[in-house]
T-cell receptor, first 111, second 117 residues
Framework: AQSVSQHNHHVILSEAASLELGCNYSYGGTVNLFWYVQYPGQHLQLLLKYFSGDPLVKGIKGFEAEFIKSKFSFNLRKPSVQWSDTAEYFCAVNSGRALTFGSGTRLQVQP | DGGITQSPKYLFRKEGQNVTLSCEQN?????MYWYRQDPGQGLRLIYY???????QKGDIAEGYSVSREKKESFPLTVTSAQKNPTAFYLC????????????????FGAGSRLTVL
């Protein structure tokens, strides 16, 4: 079975700091990759996705992620975080069944 | 507005009781999913259904059951055989059935929080 690893469980940043959240997956075949976000009190929602083509994908609210096939990674980045980015972030992989999610990273942005 | 409705939002159950969580979608999506969310463990797949009258076990199906008699409905029953049922349960749907060509972009409901007393 495939697995998804998110190594940062809890990240605390000040506003305007840069963000990078790690995501590694175990499946070696064709994958579709996702980042979902859960803001406090809100539904899980899609942040960005990669299916094919340019490995650098851009999502909502200034987020981007880079797919590096050789490293089985799909790290999430944002150059300058805002207080409103405080949320839990989940990486997910689809290898042909349903999505497999990582354990999540809780991001706390301090004003 | 199209979306996924989960009910109840909060549910308390005594040990030994079965409980059914409702999930309804009006998005005309083919596939539906149940995930369990626990702190520090992310989302774990319980069951999924890619078409009416068919469903498959996920990674943690033991102690749970589902049905898919209608396209828009995918109820989850937490049985007394589930050893640790206290959790947050999320229902989701996607327009396609997955597979290597599938997008599996999931739309989530607001969740149901089950507490066993």
């Amino acid at each position: 079975a495939q697995s998804v690893s998110q190594h940062n469980h809890h990240v605390i940043l000040s506003e305007a700091a840069s963000l990078e959240l790690g995501c590694n997956y175990s499946y070696g075949g064709t994958v579709n990759l996702f980042w979902y976000v859960q803001y406090p009190g809100q539904h899980l929602q899609l942040l960005l996705k990669y299916f094919s083509g340019d490995p650098l994908v851009k999502g909502i609210k200034g987020f981007e992620a880079e797919f590096i096939k050789s490293k089985f990674s799909f790290n999430l980045r944002k150059p300058s975080v805002q207080w409103s980015d405080t949320a839990e972030y989940f990486c997910a992989v689809n290898s042909g069944r349903a999505l497999t999610f990582g354990s999540g990273t809780r991001l706390q942005v301090q004003p | 507005d199209g979306g996924i409705t989960q009910s109840p939002k909060y549910l308390f159950r005594k040990e030994g009781q079965n409980v059914t969580l409702s999930c309804e979608q009006n998005l005309n999506h083919d596939a539906m999913y149940w995930y369990r969310q626990d702190p520090g463990q992310g989302l774990r797949l319980i069951y999924y259904s890619q078409i009416v009258n068919d469903f498959q076990k996920g990674d943690i199906a033991e102690g749970y059951s589902v049905s898919r008699e209608k396209k828009e409905s995918f109820p989850l029953t937490v049985t007394s055989a589930q050893k640790n049922p206290t959790a947050f349960y999320l229902c989701a749907s996607s327009i396609d059935r997955g597979g290597t060509s599938g997008a599996n972009v999931l739309t989530f409901g607001a969740g149901s929080r089950l507490t066993v007393l």
